[in-house]
């Protein structure tokens, strides 16, 4: 990320329109917001000729002054608006965001000051248009955006009344016509006139314009629903509104409450000692009565708390068992970090990324993954946000518009940029609907199934010595160590066209690995076994010894205490 590119994402971040951020982000809002007060008396104390005569040098210099930052921020606003939301990118979003409410309120309130320098238009008109910008307060005030939101829940309601009442009226004015025509002709010529009368009603006829009062009983009477309407016309949509108020208060009560259970559930994973590599470890998963008993959270509180963060999904470890297994199911929270649109992104400018591409739909795997990448001292890339249902994956290439998968691809690019770099897709086996395999380490490399040579033209692999000494390496270090054992492409295969690292922009080593949930789930030696893994990895493709990375000796919460 440029510095530009860091620059526009921070002023994206200040414009937000939240007053409870960062402390300095709040002096921004502050200061707008009394810039805008500061604006608007200008105005009015202008009004006055005595104060005009007497300051109207500093009058002036307020409103050039005013004018002048206002036009700097509404101009960075209109920049940055496709940071603030996706619908405004490009230039028809930018000019999207100049026609929205608040954008419109912007411009008009700010640019058309500078006309008056080119063009013969009053400026006294110009400094009408500048009290609108006490409208920009709104962005700011809790009361007014619940109010907009809940005109938002009930639009399509009150709409609804709209259209009857506007139905109703018109056939009520037509039947007037007819009966007050016979009475009074010289009045009632011709419908529009008991049209407009009868609507004239709801507003109390403040110009007169429609004095044509019903003189007939069935006028009389016409007139006396339509009386009735006009209460209608006011006490529904204000029922509507009082309703759609409590329901949106509740929602922000509940949210707020369930932004307060996801703080006391971050606590739920605290680092813990992993005996057998020494290292401070996040927990894989935290089950849910385990959140219950310590906690003291409620099992609702919980669900909230996991559906209001982007940083906890909920999991069913019977997922991860074999059909032969018969587990039961057993809910669970997995935490993860995310830092980018669809996941995670960790540059250590290491010639070998680890990628996880389906961690939203496999539990723990980007856990094990996420640690291998760190006691490697590896790149390491991770899909942890999206869609369950349907799913897409990451592990293979489509060009149909996923969330966050162009700029997932944008970053494997970045990371392995030459023929040179290795990328190792981590993902589960040997659970859900997959059976037991005897193996549990499944090395694939584009070739078919069944294929363990190194002879199909079509393989991802550059350096094959390399990856053929990691293989012979770590194979034998699982047996020796920890009585497991690893095949290659004997039961799964990469082969597929679709394949992500085949649209890679160079043709990389490419290798998927894909290990058994018995390991990653429920195998006390899990990290040893990723350790173990990372060594062999730097011993055969980086020469190098494995790096020892001293924030993993750091007793924490959750994954934020590590830099990087």
């Not at 200008?42 to 500093?58: A, N, P, Q």
């Not at 018109?170 to 009074?184: G, M």
């Not at 899909?383 to 700029?407: A, C, H, M, Q, W």
Request: proline share 4%; with cysteine.
């Amino acid at each position: 990320m440029t510095k530009i590119q860091a620059f526009k994402r921070e002023l994206a971040r200040v414009f937000d329109d939240d007053l409870h951020t960062k402390q300095w982000h709040n002096y921004v809002d502050y200061t707008i917001i009394g810039l805008i007060i500061l604006s608007t008396v200008e105005v009015f104390l202008s009004t006055y000729d005595g104060i005009v005569e007497k300051y109207g040098l500093w009058l002036k210099v307020v409103d050039y002054f005013t004018t002048a930052f206002f036009t700097i921020e509404v101009s960075l606003r209109i920049w940055c608006a496709d940071l603030i939301d996706d619908k405004y990118k490009g230039f028809f979003g930018r000019v999207r965001y100049c026609f929205s409410f608040y954008g419109l309120i912007d411009i008009l309130s700010t640019y058309p000051f500078y006309l008056h320098f080119f063009m013969p238009v009053p400026y006294v008109a110009l400094k009408a248009l500048r009290i609108a910008r006490l409208m920009r307060v709104f962005r700011y005030l809790k009361a007014f955006n619940v109010l907009s939101r809940a005109l938002r829940a009930k639009k399509d309601e009150m709409w609804v009344s709209v259209q009857f009442l506007t139905i109703i009226t018109l056939i009520l004015s037509f039947i007037l016509f007819f009966v007050e025509h016979e009475a009074q002709p010289e009045v009632y010529h011709n419908g529009w006139t008991s049209v407009l009368w009868a609507f004239a009603q709801y507003i109390g006829d403040p110009g007169g314009f429609a004095d044509t009062p019903p003189i007939t009983i069935t006028g009389r009477i016409i007139a006396c629903i339509i009386g009735v309407l006009g209460i209608a016309i006011f006490a529904v949509p204000a029922g509507l509104i009082g309703s759609a108020f409590s329901e949106v208060m509740e929602k922000d009560e509940r949210k707020e409450k369930s932004e307060g259970w996801a703080e006391r559930l971050h606590l739920a994973f605290e680092r813990k000692l992993d005996r057998p590599t020494g290292f401070q470890i996040v927990p894989r998963y935290v089950s849910i009565v385990e959140i219950q008993a310590r906690l003291g959270l409620k099992e609702d509180e919980i669900l909230d708390a996991v559906a209001i963060s982007d940083k906890f999904r909920l999991i069913n470890l019977s997922s991860t068992a074999t059909p032969e297994e018969r587990v039961t199911d057993l809910l669970a929270v997995e935490h993860f970090p995310v830092n980018t649109v669809y996941g995670q992104c960790i540059d250590r400018h290491s010639k070998v990324t680890i990628f996880s591409p389906s961690n939203i739909v496999d539990p723990i795997i980007g856990w094990w993954a996420y640690y291998l990448a760190k006691i490697g001292g590896f790149n390491y890339v991770s899909r942890e946000v999206g869609e369950t249902r349907p799913y897409n994956s990451f592990y293979l290439y489509k060009n149909d518009g996923t969330i966050g998968r162009e700029e997932c691809m944008t970053d494997l690019d970045r990371l392995v940029d030459s023929e040179d770099k290795w990328v190792f897709s981590i993902l589960a086996a040997s659970g859900g609907s997959e059976p037991a395999y005897p193996t549990q380490f499944h090395f694939t490399y584009g070739a078919k199934k069944g294929d363990e040579t190194y002879d199909d033209p079509n393989i991802t692999l550059n350096d094959i010595p390399s990856f053929d000494a990691l293989y012979k390496d770590f194979a034998a270090l699982l047996e020796r160590d920890y009585s497991l054992s690893a095949d290659r492409q004997r039961y799964h295969a990469n082969a597929n066209s679709a394949y992500f690292a085949r649209h890679l922009e160079h043709k990389v080593n490419a290798v998927a690995l894909r290990v058994a949930w018995s390991v990653t789930v429920r195998d006390a030696r899990a990290i040893q076994i990723a350790q173990s893994l990372a060594h062999a990895i730097n011993r055969n493709i980086n020469h190098t010894d494995n790096p020892v990375d001293p924030e993993l000796k750091i007793k924490a919460i959750g994954y934020e205490g590590y830099k990087n």
